[in-house]
């Protein structure tokens, strides 16, 4: 049921419970034991809203929400049961983690699934990171994999969280759009691999075989490794295949996220020869 009074007054103390329970939802462990995350911004609490994610509550600044659409969308949330919370733009300013924010920002109910509880949602590639530990890498990849046409992302061991603010933030949305999920090691993800004919595909820099000249298999997992050390070598020798990306000039290596947007891009591409997209 709807709180009335959280609707209709206006909260500017920064002390309210829910002014420190969005900040507590900052903390991946809390995120966790509540089951929820933060969203905030027009376009990404939009997609929340469009992908039919269970929202708990809308926290609306009044002075800076400006959007006619936006202000009918939260009317509309509100009108369904939906929990609308208005607060200033001071307590606004001070749980945001943008400048000049908008004034928008949801409490999404959500958790990362366990990899046995993984669905893709396409028959495209699927991006896997080795111990990934940028979240706005994570969150760049989630938006490059939805644009690019990729099945899911699956996270391996001890890796950035793809529903913690920065991520959700440099997803722009596209965390609603891309399934994920979570596993503790290799081993389970190279098993679910093999269960769902999926070969895995390194891609490492140490890798003979470049992007241009290999074939890749179209619903393949492209497996990369984390931003400093990149794929382990014990791990890419287990793949069915291992490719690099080339590189001419001064550059040792490609940031993370780009190299991912690099392979889907390239598999895009491929399924698209022939076709005038």
Not at 184 to 195: K, V
Not at 211 to 237: F, M, Y
Not at 244 to 268: D, Q, R
Request: net charge negative; proline share 6%.
């Amino acid at each position: 049921m709807r709180d009335n009074a959280d609707v209709d007054d206006l909260i500017t103390s920064f002390t309210n419970p829910l002014v420190k329970r969005i900040r507590a939802l900052t903390d991946r462990k809390h995120r966790r034991r509540e089951g929820a995350f933060l969203v905030e911004g027009l376009q990404p609490v939009w997609r929340a809203v469009t992908a039919n994610w269970p929202l708990d509550t809308l926290v609306v600044a009044p002075d800076l929400l400006t959007n006619e659409r936006a202000q009918q969308m939260v009317a509309e949330q509100q009108d369904r049961g939906v929990r609308v919370v208005r607060v200033s733009a001071d307590v606004f300013a001070r749980v945001s983690d943008r400048d000049g924010p908008a004034g928008l920002l949801a409490i999404v109910g959500g958790a990362v699934a366990e990899l046995d509880a993984f669905r893709t949602a396409a028959p495209g590639p699927v991006v896997a990171l080795h111990r990934a530990a940028n979240p706005g890498n994570v969150g760049t990849i989630l938006r490059a994999a939805d644009a690019a046409g990729a099945a899911g992302l699956i996270l391996v061991g001890h890796s950035a969280d793809p529903l913690s603010p920065t991520a959700v933030k440099a997803s722009m949305g596209s965390v609603f759009a891309v399934p994920t999920a979570h596993t503790g090691d290799t081993e389970a993800l190279f098993a679910w691999a093999g269960r769902h004919a999926r070969p895995v595909v390194a891609v490492t820099g140490h890798a003979r075989n470049t992007l241009w000249r290999t074939e890749l298999p179209p619903e393949g997992v492209l497996l990369l490794g984390s931003e400093g050390d990149g794929l382990p070598d014990h791990v890419a020798e287990r793949c069915e295949h291992q490719v690099s990306i080339p590189m001419v000039g001064t550059a040792e290596s490609l940031n993370l996220a780009t190299a991912a947007s690099v392979m889907l891009y390239e598999m895009m591409r491929r399924r698209n020869a022939g076709n005038d997209q």
